[in-house]
């Protein structure tokens, strides 16, 4: 393949096209036996989804794999908003290991598409298994282009040589500001502000923070690295405290509305439950038209954090029927909105591996750098009552 100038490597008009994504052995290759938390760092869905748009018009989009993993079942809702059709393709389970039967079934539906659908000129396909040359040249037979994605690491040289065209995944990852360079470990070592320990010991992924270089991974004497004072996203920041479930508003100015809302609601009566609360949020003469589950949601945050009170303590009596009122704390919408986001802080701080840094609490609640010292406030705050002090 010809060597093309850094600027226009990977510039192509778009064409007509399949996305095929064996994204199980796109995770296996990102994953150097990280956790799942760093999966969601490294993988930079969103870049990868913007990268694809760029190279086609994608007339068919499909995401491959065991869904029942958990280390892929936390992009299927992310992969489904961006209009991938998601296939299930279960794996052997056997002790210690599993076998990826992905690669067979993207195999067949390429064939297929080429065979059927004359219209398809280009296909991006995302894996560096080598069992995908004999695809690649199936497809180039019949007048395709192939474009093949994945991470160096993993990714076979026969296939990045016989594709028209092979994108390395760090060229994802740069473009969502994550990875830009490598470096030996001798070096890393060597620099003043470099990590105290071994980096052949990394595991994970960790961006640098704070101007505190991370390792990102460790392979074979080199040392995959960040950019200082990159903090991971707000949508990666979610994933990790596993708020997805929650419906968190990520918008500080119509989440505070809605606290603010559910505060003057709760206020107004002697007593209210969960019900009459839902009613009053969902009309629209409030401003919001709140759905019952984005309301319970909130609530849920709320009562974990012990804004409400019950005033009736019949267990029999269903909870969105009990009657609860403001506590102490909460009485005012600026001691309602603190306990919220201080629950939503101590979701993070339970769920991250490493403890989360002010300025990730930051970018988790959406909010600006002069709002950082009531992240640090608030992460002290979650802090005690994790540990219960």
Not at 19 to 34: A, W
Not at 265 to 293: I, K, N, Q
Not at 317 to 329: C, W, Y
Request: overall charge neutral; charged content about 25%; proline content about 6%.
């Amino acid at each position: 393949m010809a060597t093309q100038p850094e600027s226009e490597r990977f510039r192509t008009q778009p064409a007509p096209g399949a996305v095929l994504l064996d994204f199980e052995n796109l995770v296996h290759g990102l994953s150097r036996k990280q956790d799942s938390e760093s999966l969601v760092e490294v993988a930079c869905l969103r870049a990868l989804c913007a990268l694809v748009r760029e190279l086609v018009h994608p007339g068919v989009r499909r995401a491959y794999g065991d869904w029942r993993v958990r280390d892929l079942n936390q992009f299927q809702v992310e992969l489904y908003r961006s209009g991938f059709e998601i296939v299930q393709v279960l794996g052997r389970l056997t002790p210690g290991a599993r076998k990826n039967s992905s690669d067979i079934r993207l195999a067949v539906d390429a064939v297929e598409l080429a065979l059927l659908e004359p219209n398809l000129a280009r296909f991006v396909i995302a894996s560096g298994d080598r069992d995908m040359i004999e695809i690649v040249r199936c497809l180039q037979k019949h007048g395709r282009e192939v474009i093949v994605i994945a991470p160096e690491g993993s990714a076979s040289a026969d296939l990045s040589d016989i594709c028209d065209r092979f994108i390395p995944y760090s060229e994802v990852q740069r473009r969502a500001g994550l990875v830009v360079r490598t470096m030996s470990v001798h070096a890393l070592r060597s620099e003043p502000s470099g990590p105290a320990r071994d980096p052949t010991d990394a595991d994970r992924v960790e961006p640098w923070i704070d101007g505190a270089p991370r390792i990102v991974e460790a392979v074979n004497g080199s040392a995959l690295v960040a950019p200082a004072a990159i903090v991971p996203g707000q949508s990666q920041l979610v994933a990790r405290a596993r708020l997805s479930n929650y419906r968190y508003e990520g918008d500080p100015v119509r989440r505070r509305r809605i606290l603010d809302a559910i505060h003057t609601a709760a206020r107004s009566a002697a007593g209210f439950t969960l019900g009459r609360l839902r009613t009053a949020l969902a009309d629209p003469a409030s401003g919001l038209e709140l759905r019952p589950g984005d309301v319970n949601k909130c609530w849920t945050v709320l009562y974990q954090g012990r804004a409400f009170t019950p005033g009736t303590l019949d267990e029999e009596v269903p909870l969105q029927f009990r009657t609860h009122v403001l506590a102490a704390d909460a009485s005012s919408p600026e001691g309602l909105t603190r306990i919220y986001e201080r629950g939503i802080v101590y979701k993070l701080l339970e769920n991250s591996r490493s403890e989360p840094t002010a300025g990730e609490v930051r970018v988790l609640l959406g909010l600006q750098e002069e709002d950082l010292g009531w992240c640090t406030t608030l992460l002290d705050e979650a802090r005690r009552l994790l540990r219960g002090t």
